[in-house]
Every structure is written in structure tokens, then in C-alpha cells.
């Protein structure tokens, strides 16, 4: 079974400050993702990597940078936040094929930012 | 603008067969996805395809620009938020989400 493990469930930061979520994945997959859920909103795309070092913006960038040093592990990152960026955020990994692949979720972090 | 278009809610009576229905404006779509999400745990995948396709008590019907998930004999644990995703030949790898169906069964 695929395992994507983000490291925190629950976090709370305050404005301005610079916050790092992680995720990892155990089973070799080439695209990772980045997503918020919000309420009526669903799934909206942050940023998605589809090889080490690669990335590229998914729907609602701004105010996020990622970064992908190594192939299981993606991170993204808050600059500066802010309340606005208070939400759930999810992570989701995939592996490459002609067939359109299933994206393999983590349990996601709720951030709070106060 | 590619998008995918589901209702907020739908409401069943336990042991009914309850239909989210989802359909989209996606260049080169090929594939559906449909996830279940339970609040504090990860989106999980049901059913995926091409085609009319089943798992369990979930079946997927499939036409080019829309499709239904059917769950027989809902349940009160299958309340939840129920996702249509779409996938492009533009990007094999990025799908692309409806905003999410909240599901409601009676007792």
C-alpha cells in the first residue's frame, strides 16, 4: 500500500512567520502535489512537482514556494503567513503512466494561522 | 477554462441507491476518478476508468464529458464528502477536482 505521511497533523503559526509542511511518500513515485481544501471550494491545486528539483505552479500559488531536494519527500512553504492561509492542506503523490494515474493521499495538516 | 461541475449535496435514505452526478469542460479528458474523503483522513480512491466501472458497492458510469457515481444501499457511514476528479491528455499526471459533494443519509 502507498504511504504519503505528512508530519504534522494539526499546526498554529503566527502572521509573518515562515512555516515548512512536509510529506513524504514510500513508494517511489515521480509526481508529488500540493493541495488546500477549503470549505465549498474542495481540492485546489498549490503547486505539483513531477521529478526531483522540477516544480510547477498549480491553480493558487501565490503566497507558496515548494521545494523537492529529494524524490519522496516534497515541501512547501509559507513565506510569510497569513490568516487568509489558515485551511487544511493536503499532499498527494503519484507515479507517471500513460493512463492517467490515481494521486494517493496523506491525512493532511490543519494550519492555523492567528 | 478547464473545470469540473458537481453539486454541494446530496441527500438519500439509508439502503437507497444514492447518484452524485459530475460532468466537466476538460480538453482531452479520458479518465474519471471519484474519492471518498472522511474529515481528518486522507481523499481516498473508489473507483477510476475510461468506462462503466465497479468496486463493491460503488459503480461509475462514464460518458465523454460526464459521469455518475452510484453507491448501493447507502449507508450512515457513507456520509461524507464525495470528489470527481479528471485527468487530461494535455497532463497525464495533474487531475483536476470538482469542489466536493457532501453526501447525507437518513436514517
Known amino acids: 500500500d502507498v504511504k504519503v505521511t505528512q508530519s504534522s497533523r494539526y499546526l498554529v503559526k503566527r502572521t509573518g512567520e515562515k512555516v515548512f509542511l512536509e510529506c513524504v511518500q514510500d513508494m517511489d513515485h515521480e509526481n508529488m502535489f500540493w493541495y488546500r481544501q477549503d470549505p465549498g471550494l474542495g481540492l485546489r491545486l498549490i503547486y505539483f512537482?513531477?521529478?526531483?528539483?522540477?516544480?510547477e505552479k498549480g491553480d493558487i500559488p501565490e503566497g507558496y514556494s515548494v521545494s523537492r531536494e529529494k524524490k519522496e519527500r516534497f515541501s512547501l512553504i509559507l513565506e510569510s503567513a497569513s490568516t487568509n492561509q489558515t485551511s487544511m492542506y493536503l499532499c498527494a503523490s503519484s507515479k507517471t503512466g500513460n493512463s492517467g494515474q490515481p494521486q494517493h493521499f496523506g491525512d493532511g495538516t490543519r494550519l492555523s494561522i492567528l | 477554462k478547464d473545470q469540473v461541475f458537481q453539486p454541494s449535496t446530496v441527500a438519500s435514505s439509508e439502503g437507497a441507491v444514492v447518484e452524485i452526478f459530475c460532468n466537466h469542460s476538460v480538453s482531452n479528458a479520458y479518465n474519471f476518478f471519484w474519492y471518498l474523503h472522511f474529515p481528518g483522513c486522507a481523499p481516498r480512491l473508489l473507483v477510476k476508468?475510461?468506462?462503466?466501472?465497479q468496486q463493491g458497492r460503488y459503480n461509475m458510469t462514464y460518458e465523454r464529458f460526464s459521469s455518475s457515481l452510484l453507491i448501493l444501499q447507502v449507508r450512515e457511514a457513507d456520509a461524507a464528502v464525495y470528489y470527481c476528479?479528471?485527468?487530461?491528455?494535455?497532463?497525464?499526471?495533474?487531475?483536476?477536482f470538482g469542489s466536493g459533494t457532501r453526501l447525507l443519509v437518513r436514517p
Open positions: 512537482s513531477y521529478d526531483v528539483k522540477m516544480k
Open positions: 476528479a479528471v485527468c487530461s491528455m494535455d497532463s497525464s499526471y495533474k487531475l483536476i
Open positions: 476508468g475510461s468506462k462503466p466501472s
